[in-house]
């Protein structure tokens, strides 16, 4: 079977999930999905980064032993995450045993290897970062340099520490970029890193010598190593546990612009460096803001996507972020956009379609959905009609996905797939079914029709079943269909179920009405 990993960065769990780190875990969960409904084995990797300063901090705020703190947020994150229906299969905390072993058992092939050697670290520390900044890093604010991402003053440092040489895989590095062109996505992003590293890299620090909480180097005890360098092989641990990571495993990592520079450049230099593959692709995701400012912990204006979901639906808030933003770009989320893309998409295009046609059929006692010889030609009498591309040549999982996934154009996919929805319901509005099965001339085009029609809403309830996970678990009560209800977008599923019931021309209903989505009170 083939293999798919998708990882989520891992979040500091100093606070708790935002809209950005929502948008992040929604992202993998949907390729999580569409990949298992292609028939994937499917691993999908999150989890929490917890060796880092500010959660020291943040344990010392709350007067908590810091395990103590961190076993506390873990399984609240885990909790907002399930809430959230996001179907990871892994939950990595980088204070667990096997993690720190394996960051140590890295450390120490670099070591030996030549590419760590001890040097003296003089600069600025930014904790809200948790990273090291040169001046050109910062921002003048009120007379003081400061993080242009946090808004604070960084520590300035001096101390011992060990240097990895990522000058040594600058040529590698280049060659890496030139034979995978789709390495990085947007391809902008890509641009900006490949020209930073043309200016020529300068080795990073991996150590520190101030905190004890942190993993020891094997070959210096006095010191240790901490996010910057253990977090980026979070995902090596996940998969040695089952060895997913095989030379044919397609690995999908997705991360924010700020951590750009670490995943594209540090990570393949250091997975280089101990012989580790490296993965196929990265999708560099860009900020939210509110109000113009970028969402943050630090900076106290975050939105909570659990509060969203309890006055919208999950699927609401995950249609929203993926439909509108293209991956790449900074976004101003607004709640007003949500409740009506909420009421004019799900409600009025999606659920209006299901509603219109069950209820149609429920009443004139239609229990089969039929695609005939003729009704897909129908829709080509509408010149350029969307459904008749796609349902005309049945369930082509390669045209589905290569065309936009791949490129992680998720929000033109959504854009196109919401077009079919628009036409199904603009056909059953030029169809009149109600009005033709008066007559009994028509009456027997009237119930072809809606048996398309059924037939209409059940395959594009099937294209939308990784996304509108929701939506799509009522269709399928909804419409009552066995073979349907084999299909779960969080479970391994083989490309052939998946493709049965979409090419299904014939298939028996059992109608049960229920609402889909409900409007919210005002
Ligand atoms: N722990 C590191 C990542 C290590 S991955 C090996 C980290 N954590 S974080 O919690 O600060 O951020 C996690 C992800 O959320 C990052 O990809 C970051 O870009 C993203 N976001 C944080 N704030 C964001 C917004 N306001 N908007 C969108 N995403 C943003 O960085």
């Known amino acids: 079977m083939k293999k798919f990993l998708?990882?989520?960065?891992?979040?500091?769990?100093?606070?708790?999930?935002?809209?950005?780190?929502?948008?992040?875990?929604?992202?993998?969960?949907?390729?999580a999905r569409y990949k298992r409904l292609l028939g994937y084995e499917v691993k999908f990797s999150t989890g929490n980064d917890e060796n880092s300063q500010k959660i020291v901090q943040s344990a010392q705020q709350e007067n908590k032993d810091i395990m103590t703190y961190l076993d506390e947020m873990g399984e609240k994150w885990k909790q907002v995450w399930n809430d959230l229906q996001i179907s990871y299969t892994d939950f990595i905390r980088t204070t667990q045993p096997d993690h720190r072993a394996l960051v140590q058992k890295m450390l120490q092939t670099s070591f030996d290897k030549g590419d760590i050697y001890e040097g003296e670290y003089k600069g600025y520390y930014c904790v809200g970062c948790e990273g090291f900044k040169t001046e050109k890093d910062l921002v003048l604010k009120d007379g003081q340099l400061v993080c242009p991402d946090h808004l604070t003053k960084p520590d300035l440092i001096v101390e011992k520490n060990w240097f990895f040489k990522l000058k040594n895989y600058q040529t590698a590095i280049e060659k890496f970029y030139d034979k995978n062109p789709t390495f990085l996505i947007p391809q902008y992003r890509f641009n900006e890193v490949k020209s930073f590293v043309k200016w020529g890299l300068e080795d990073f620090s991996v150590s520190r010598e101030t905190n004890k909480f942190w993993i020891p180097l094997p070959f210096d005890d006095k010191q240790v190593t901490y996010v910057r360098y253990d977090a980026l092989f979070n995902y090596v641990t996940v998969c040695q546990q089952d060895n997913f990571r095989s030379e044919d495993t397609e690995i999908v990592h997705i991360l924010g612009k700020d951590i750009s520079r670490?995943?594209?450049?540090?990570?393949?230099?250091?997975?280089m460096s101990t012989n580790t593959r490296l993965p196929d692709q990265e999708f560099i995701t860009g900020f939210f803001t509110v109000d113009g400012h970028k969402m943050s912990k630090s900076l106290g204006n975050v939105i909570d996507p659990i509060e969203m979901v309890k006055n919208y639906d999950r699927d609401a808030l995950i249609f929203n972020l993926l439909y509108d933003v293209p991956i790449g770009a900074d976004w101003d989320f607004s709640e007003e956009r949500l409740s009506n893309l909420y009421e004019s998409m799900l409600i009025g295009g999606r659920w209006n379609l299901v509603n219109r046609v069950t209820s149609l059929c429920k009443k004139y006692e239609i229990t089969e959905g039929k695609c005939k010889d003729g009704d897909i030609a129908r829709l080509s009498e509408d010149e350029n009609n969307p459904l008749f591309e796609m349902f005309s040549n049945g369930f082509d999982a390669h045209k589905l996905h290569q065309r936009y996934l791949d490129n992680a154009d998720i929000n033109w996919y959504l854009q196109d797939r919401y077009k079919l929805v628009q036409k199904a319901n603009e056909f059953i509005t030029k169809a009149e079914p109600w009005v033709k099965w008066k007559n009994p001339e028509t009456k027997q085009q009237a119930e072809q029709d809606l048996k398309f029609l059924l037939y209409v809403t059940k395959n594009l309830g099937l294209l939308s079943a990784p996304i509108l996970v929701n939506g799509f678990r009522k269709l399928q009560n909804i419409l009552g269909n066995d073979d349907l209800n084999k299909i779960a977008s969080s479970k391994n599923t083989m490309n052939d179920d998946f493709k049965?019931?979409?090419?299904?021309?014939?298939?028996?209903?059992?109608?049960?009405?229920?609402?889909?989505?409900v409007k919210k009170e005002k």
């Open 6 to 31: 998708v990882t989520t960065p891992i979040y500091y769990p100093n606070g708790y999930p935002h809209i950005g780190h929502a948008y992040a875990s929604f992202i993998a969960d949907f390729y």
């Open 262 to 271: 670490f995943h594209a450049i540090f990570r393949p230099a250091m997975l």
């Open 500 to 517: 049965n019931v979409f090419d299904m021309e014939s298939f028996s209903v059992n109608l049960n009405p229920e609402i889909m989505y």
